[in-house]
């Protein structure tokens, strides 16, 4: 089981657009070279993000790319939906029903014991995931940086960052 | 991200080892034919179910596999783990030393908040899985039966399964 490398790019990239000023962008480029990541499959999980409804982008010159919600209402579930869709990790086959003694199909209405079990699982793995938010991402980057490097970050955001229509 | 179908037929296999008197085993042959799966694969499922010291197998022409432990003591997630291993789901590739703020490898010792917020989430989905153990999966496919498919259940086994050694 491997949750693409799309989600980790594309959570790291949101959490780089909550620390952007109300009214300005991000170019795809800018931010696949912030990630030092390659800027085609960026572009690609950053496009999953605005079709998700995650971000929003602006066209041309002065183009780019920021959150189109408050950092706090976007979880790292919701970005996982946007890049790896809503398909549940264990897919059922109903083998139940398969075999010499397989059971009937009107008798298969609920899931079997497996399968419920699995999707409680996953359900916990979502609450888990629901629970966090872009805040608490740039919290973490925060804490986690020193005086050196958050100047480094507004530099460059100062530098790379475009204003945006309105 | 998706979860293979061996973890399902292994778990639904394993549910029907459960179920076996001590001292018989079931046959790789038949145990594929119970759920209506490809023999080559179930056999392969089995092998590692055998690595992972969750079952035993008996060679021969009476040979099959059975349970090297009680039901009770085998859980969801130890066959996760013997089917797809241990990896984590979330690959973290250290992104934040990316790039032209990217921090220095001495400053990321621990986690950063988006790898720390997956391996929570994972660990809630393992709890989950690991409460659940192969009683609770017999207990309920013992509810959703009838008496006419247990009867079933039980002439087939009694047509199949064999004694093994002790």
């Known amino acids: 089981m491997k949750l693409g490398s799309g989600v980790e790019w594309s959570v790291h990239a949101c959490t780089l657009l909550s620390v952007l000023p ?15 990541v390659p800027p085609a499959y960026m572009a ?5 993000l605005r079709r998700a409804g995650l971000v929003s982008s602006t066209r041309g ?3 780019g790319y920021r ?3 408050p950092p706090a209402s976007i979880s790292l579930w919701d970005i996982v939906v946007a890049i790896e869709g809503r398909a549940p990790a264990f897919r059922c086959t109903e083998i139940r029903q398969n075999g010499p003694c397989g059971a009937r199909p009107d008798a298969c209405r609920a899931p ?5 079990s699995f999707y ?3 359900q916990a793995y979502r609450d888990s995931l629901r629970s966090v938010s872009l805040v608490d991402m740039v919290t973490a980057a925060a ?3 020193d ?5 480094a970050i507004a530099q460059w955001l100062q530098k790379t960052a475009v204003r945006s229509e309105a």
């Open 112 to 116: 079997c014991g497996v399968a419920a």
């Open 120 to 122: 409680r699982a996953e």
């Open 44 to 48: 690609k999980h950053l496009q999953s």
């Open 67 to 69: 959150l189109r919600h």
């Open 22 to 36: 109300e009214g300005w962008s991000l170019p795809a480029e800018a931010i696949a070279e912030y990630h030092g």
């Open 143 to 145: 804490e986690q940086s």
């Open 61 to 63: 010159a002065a183009g």
């Open 147 to 151: 005086a050196e490097k958050r100047s």
